[in-house]
C-alpha cells in the first residue's frame, strides 16, 4: 500500500505468505492474537503524501464488497480532512496565540512609557508560556557584561546569583559566541557545551548547576548592530526549541531593544519637559505679578487720590498671587500703625485691630520691622515664646481672633520714613517665598505711590480751593501729576499693547530692555516654520461660517501652546496659514531642533484633529514646511517684516 498508494484488500491473511512463510511480526499479532482472516486497508492521502491507513477487519474469510470498499475510502478521505482541519486549527490557534502575546506586549509599552519592568514582565511571561519553556530572563550589556534585568519563574537561587554577580561570559560559552557572531545561539544540552564541561565558566556553572539549565535559547538584543542585551529561555530538560519559537522570542527580542530605545528617549523628553515646564512656570508668574502691577497703576492712575480702591486692589492682587488667606494695610500715625484697609480679613480680628492699633513696644517683631526697615516673616506663631507667655497682646490676637499661623510685614517707607506697613497671612504654618516676599514689596513700594499720590493730590485741592488767585502754578502742579500719571497709563497700555500683538516672550524682552530696538531692521540666521490645512479652501467655500470659525478655533489651539512651549514667535498668521520664527528677537539655542520638534507634536496634534474632521466629512489635511537660513527681519509700518533671499542658502 506504501509504495502503490493504493488500497489493499487481503481475502485469507491466514494464507498470506507473508503470515506463512515471512511470519512478519504485524501479520502475526493480527492473525494469532486478533484473529484476523479479511480485512480492507485504505490509505489516506494528502497532496499526494501518505499520511495514514483506514483499516476494517474480519475475523471470517468473506470478502469486502466494491460498495463496503468504496465507503471505506469516502471515510479515509473524510479522515485526511479531518486531519488536515485539526493541523490548520492547531496552526491557527498557535499563530493567534503568537499575535495576541505580542499585541500584549505592545498594548504594555504604549501604555507604560519609560517604564521597562511592566513590558519586560509581560514579554518574558508571554514567551515561556508559548514556548512552553520553564524560566526566561532579559539582560542589559554594558561591554563587559550582561545584568540581570527581568525575570520570570527563574529559581530564586540563580535569579539571587545573576544579580550579585553579572555573567562576564568566557570566550568559548555559548553566550560568548552570541555577543560575538550578534546571532542566535540553541543549545541543545547546556551540561556538553565546552563552557560548562570543559572551562567551567562561572556563568555557564550558575545556569546548570543553580537554574538546572538544559535546553537553552540565547537572543541577542541588537540595535544599531551593537550588542545591548540578551533574551533568554531555559528548559530544565534536553527539548530543543523549535523555529517557531525561535522566531517569536526574535520579535520580542526587537520588541525589548524598542522598549529600552523609547524609554531613553522618553526620560531625555521628560527631562526636557520638565524644564521647560519651569520656564513656563517663571514666565506666568512673572506675566501674573506684571499683571497685578498694571491693574494697580491703573486703578491708582483712575482714583483721583481715593486710597481705598488702590489698597483693596493690591490686597487682593497679593493674596491670591501669594497664597495667602487675607491681608492688611496699616498706616502710620501717632506712633502705632493703624489698620487702614483689609482683603478677606476675619471680622473679629479685624475690629479688634480698628480698636488696637499695634504699638511697637507692645510688639517686638514690628518693633525690629521699624528698626531694621526690612521684612519681618514668622512662621508658626504658637510656637512664639511671645504667645506661649502671653507677653505680646498683639500677637495673641492674631492667633486667637485671626487663626493666624504664618505672618509677614513688609514696612512701607518714603524717603527713609515710615508711613506705614503692608501685611499678609496664613492660617496654616507655611513660609512665603522669596518671590512672594519680593512681590508685597512692591506691592508696598506702590502703596507709597498712592499714599503719595493722594498726599499731593489732597494738598493740590486745599491750595485750589484757598489760592484761587494763583490758578497758573496750580495748573502747572496739575500738569505735572497729570504727566506722571499719564506716563504710568502709558507704560501700562504699552505692556498691554506688546502683550496682545506679541508673542508673550518678545513682549517681555522688550518690557525688560525698556526698548523696542529688537524690531528694527536686522539680519539674523534664523529657522521659519509654515503651516497650513490643506483642502481648507475648499471646505470653506462649502462649509457654514460657523463650522469654519469653529475648526479654526481647534486648529490655532491645537498649535499655538506648542509655539510658546519651544519658544517660537508667531511671526503671522492669515486663517489656516501660519508662520512661526526661531532665534528672534529671542535667541535660541539649536533652532532648527527647535522647529523639527515642534513641527512633529504638532503633526501628531492636528492628526487627532483630522480624524475628527473626516469624521464630520471635512477632508482636510495639514502641511508643514521648514526653512533655515539668513533672514532680514524687523518692521515695516504697524506689522512685522521677515525677508529670505532666494540666492542665499537655506535648508529645508
Given at each position: 500500500m506504501r509504495e502503490t498508494k493504493t488500497a489493499v484488500h487481503i481475502i485469507d491473511a491466514a494464507k498470506d505468505e507473508r503470515y506463512v512463510q515471512e511470519r512478519r511480526p504485524a501479520w502475526v499479532a493480527g492473525v494469532e492474537l486478533g484473529g484476523v482472516r479479511t480485512f480492507l486497508a485504505v490509505p489516506m492521502m494528502a497532496e499526494d503524501e501518505l499520511i495514514g491507513s483506514f483499516t476494517v477487519y474480519r475475523q471470517e474469510v468473506r470478502p469486502f464488497a466494491d460498495k463496503q470498499i468504496e465507503l471505506v475510502k469516502n471515510f479515509a478521505a473524510q479522515a485526511v480532512i479531518a486531519i488536515e482541519n485539526a493541523r490548520l486549527l492547531n496552526e491557527l490557534r498557535q499563530s493567534l496565540e503568537r499575535q495576541t502575546a505580542t499585541s500584549e506586549?505592545?498594548?504594555?509599552?504604549?501604555?507604560?512609557?519609560?517604564?521597562?519592568?511592566?513590558?519586560?514582565?509581560?514579554?518574558?511571561?508571554?514567551?515561556?508560556?508559548?514556548?512552553?519553556?520553564?524560566?526566561?530572563?532579559?539582560?542589559?550589556?554594558?561591554?563587559?557584561?550582561?545584568?540581570?534585568?527581568?525575570?520570570?519563574?527563574?529559581?530564586?537561587?540563580?535569579?539571587?546569583?545573576?544579580?550579585?554577580?553579572?555573567?562576564?561570559?568566557?570566550?568559548?560559552?555559548?553566550?560568548?559566541?552570541?555577543i560575538e557572531v550578534k546571532e542566535v545561539v540553541h543549545v541543545a544540552d547546556a551540561k556538553e557545551q565546552p563552557g560548562y564541561a570543559i572551562e567551567r565558566d562561572p556563568g555557564s556553572v550558575a545556569a546548570v548547576e543553580l537554574g538546572g539549565v538544559r535546553t537553552v535559547l540565547y537572543v541577542p538584543m541588537l540595535k544599531d548592530n551593537e550588542v545591548v542585551g540578551a533574551f533568554t529561555l531555559s528548559r530544565q530538560e534536553v527539548r530543543p526549541f523549535t523555529d517557531k519559537q525561535i522566531a517569536l522570542v526574535t520579535?520580542?527580542?526587537?520588541?525589548?531593544?524598542?522598549?529600552?530605545?523609547?524609554?531613553?528617549?522618553?526620560?531625555?523628553?521628560?527631562?526636557?519637559?520638565?524644564?521647560?515646564?519651569?520656564?513656563?512656570?517663571?514666565?506666568?508668574?512673572?506675566?501674573?505679578?506684571?499683571?497685578?502691577?498694571?491693574?494697580?497703576?491703573?486703578?491708582?492712575?483712575?482714583?483721583?487720590?481715593?486710597?481705598?480702591?488702590?489698597?483693596?486692589?493690591?490686597?487682593?492682587?497679593?493674596?491670591?498671587?501669594?497664597?495667602?488667606?487675607?491681608?492688611?494695610?496699616?498706616?502710620?500715625?501717632?506712633d502705632a500703625l493703624h489698620l487702614v484697609a483689609v482683603h478677606n480679613t476675619p471680622h473679629a480680628f479685624a475690629e479688634a485691630r480698628r480698636h488696637s492699633p499695634i504699638r511697637p513696644p507692645q510688639n517686638p517683631p514690628v518693633e525690629r520691622m521699624i528698626a531694621t526697615k526690612t521684612p519681618i516673616h514668622s512662621t508658626n506663631l504658637t510656637n512664639r515664646p511671645s504667645y506661649i507667655d502671653r507677653s505680646?497682646?498683639?500677637?495673641?490676637?492674631?492667633?486667637?481672633?485671626?487663626?493666624?499661623?504664618?505672618?509677614?510685614?513688609?514696612?512701607?517707607?518714603?524717603?527713609?520714613?515710615?508711613?506705614?506697613?503692608?501685611?499678609?497671612?496664613?492660617?496654616?504654618?507655611?513660609?512665603?517665598?522669596?518671590?512672594?516676599?519680593?512681590?508685597?514689596?512692591?506691592?508696598a513700594a506702590q502703596a507709597v505711590i498712592a499714599i503719595e499720590n493722594a498726599s499731593l493730590l489732597s494738598e493740590l485741592r486745599e491750595r485750589t480751593a484757598q489760592l484761587a488767585s494763583q490758578s497758573q502754578e496750580l495748573a502747572k502742579l496739575n500738569e505735572l501729576?497729570?504727566?506722571?500719571?499719564?506716563?504710568?497709563?502709558?507704560?501700562?497700555?504699552?505692556?498691554?499693547?506688546?502683550?496682545?500683538?506679541?508673542?508673550?516672550?518678545?513682549?517681555?524682552?522688550?518690557?525688560?530692555?525698556?526698548?523696542?530696538?529688537?524690531?528694527?531692521?536686522?539680519?539674523?540666521?534664523?529657522?521659519?516654520?509654515?503651516?497650513d490645512l490643506r483642502g481648507f479652501t475648499g471646505f470653506t467655500e462649502a462649509a457654514d461660517a460657523?463650522?469654519?470659525?469653529?475648526?479654526?478655533?481647534?486648529?490655532?489651539?491645537a498649535i499655538g501652546e506648542k509655539i510658546v512651549?519651544?519658544?517660537?514667535?508667531?511671526?503671522?498668521?492669515?486663517?489656516?496659514?501660519?508662520?512661526v520664527v526661531f532665534n528672534d528677537p529671542v535667541p535660541i539655542e539649536n533652532p532648527a531642533l527647535q522647529a523639527v520638534l515642534m513641527a512633529l507634536e504638532m503633526r501628531d496634534a492636528i492628526a487627532a484633529l483630522t480624524g475628527k474632521w473626516r469624521r464630520f466629512g471635512h477632508d482636510i489635511g495639514f502641511g508643514i514646511g521648514i526653512a533655515h537660513g539668513f533672514a532680514t527681519l524687523g518692521t515695516s509700518a504697524s506689522r512685522a517684516v521677515l525677508t529670505m533671499r532666494p540666492s542665499e542658502p537655506s535648508r529645508t
Open positions: 506586549v505592545l498594548g504594555v509599552i504604549s501604555s507604560s512609557p519609560g517604564h521597562l519592568e511592566p513590558v519586560f514582565t509581560s514579554m518574558l511571561r508571554n514567551a515561556v508560556r508559548i514556548c512552553d519553556a520553564t524560566f526566561g530572563n532579559i539582560h542589559r550589556w554594558d561591554g563587559k557584561a550582561l545584568h540581570l534585568a527581568a525575570a520570570h519563574n527563574t529559581p530564586p537561587s540563580f535569579a539571587e546569583a545573576r544579580r550579585r554577580s553579572p555573567n562576564r561570559p568566557h570566550p568559548k560559552s555559548s553566550v560568548g559566541r552570541m520579535n520580542f527580542a526587537a520588541q525589548a531593544v524598542i522598549a529600552i530605545e523609547n524609554a531613553r528617549l522618553l526620560n531625555e523628553l521628560r527631562e526636557r519637559t520638565d524644564d521647560l515646564s519651569q520656564r513656563t512656570t517663571d514666565l506666568t508668574e512673572a506675566l501674573e505679578q506684571q499683571t497685578a502691577t498694571s491693574e494697580v497703576l491703573r486703578v491708582i492712575s483712575s482714583s483721583s487720590g481715593d486710597l481705598e480702591p488702590a489698597f483693596a486692589t493690591m490686597l487682593e492682587n497679593a493674596v491670591r498671587i501669594c497664597e495667602a488667606n487675607f491681608g492688611n494695610i496699616y498706616r502710620w500715625r501717632d505680646d497682646p498683639g500677637m495673641v490676637m492674631a492667633v486667637e481672633l485671626g487663626g493666624v499661623r504664618t505672618a509677614l510685614h513688609v514696612p512701607m517707607f518714603k524717603e527713609n520714613e515710615l508711613v506705614g506697613s503692608f501685611a499678609l497671612y496664613r492660617q496654616e504654618p507655611r513660609s512665603f517665598s522669596d518671590k512672594q516676599i519680593e512681590l508685597v514689596k512692591n506691592f501729576l497729570e504727566q506722571r500719571v499719564t506716563a504710568q497709563v502709558d507704560e501700562i497700555e504699552r505692556m498691554g499693547r506688546l502683550r496682545r500683538f506679541l508673542p508673550p516672550q518678545v513682549a517681555d524682552l522688550i518690557v525688560a530692555s525698556g526698548s523696542e530696538k529688537q524690531l528694527e531692521s536686522h539680519r539674523r540666521e534664523i529657522t521659519a516654520l509654515f503651516c460657523e463650522d469654519v470659525m469653529a475648526l479654526l478655533r481647534e486648529y490655532h489651539a512651549r519651544y519658544s517660537g514667535t508667531l511671526e503671522r498668521y492669515a486663517g489656516d496659514g501660519v508662520m
